[in-house]
């Protein structure tokens, strides 16, 4: 069984920056691929972005954060990172980390999940 622990959340105005923390308890290859989803109130879990472990050249996003966010991992630390500039009031939402065997963009294709931080974005 794999852990996940995000921190990093917070309340930031719109414009601003925020760096969510994924630590992982452990690397499998059920989590070679490691993502970033998010779910805002009424709405469903949505795809933002995703890293396969070995190859940081092999990262996807989602076209709505394309340019403003950027993940990355530590393979010291087995953290995955995801740097968020240019915030929008429309990035608010929970935000969960994701582990799984492969890239897609649907939820259900990841094993592990974080417990979710909240990130709240004001105009």
């Known amino acids: 069984q794999v852990q996940l622990v995000e921190s990093g959340g917070g309340l930031v105005q719109d414009g601003g920056s925020l760096r969510l923390s994924c630590a992982a308890s452990?690397?499998?290859?059920?989590?070679?691929?490691m993502g970033w989803f998010r779910q805002a109130p009424g709405k469903e879990r949505e795809f933002v972005a995703a890293?396969?472990?070995?190859?940081?050249?092999?990262?996807y996003y989602a076209d709505s954060v394309k340019d403003r966010f950027t993940i990355s991992r530590d393979v010291a630390k087995n953290t995955v990172y995801l740097q968020m500039n240019s915030l929008k009031p429309e990035d608010t939402a929970v935000y969960y980390c994701a582990g799984g065997p492969t890239y897609d963009r649907r939820s259900a294709a990841y094993h592990y999940w974080g417990q979710g931080t909240q990130v709240t974005v004001s105009s």
């Open positions: 452990a690397r499998r290859l059920t989590n070679d691929y």
């Open positions: 890293i396969y472990w070995w190859d940081v050249n092999r990262t």
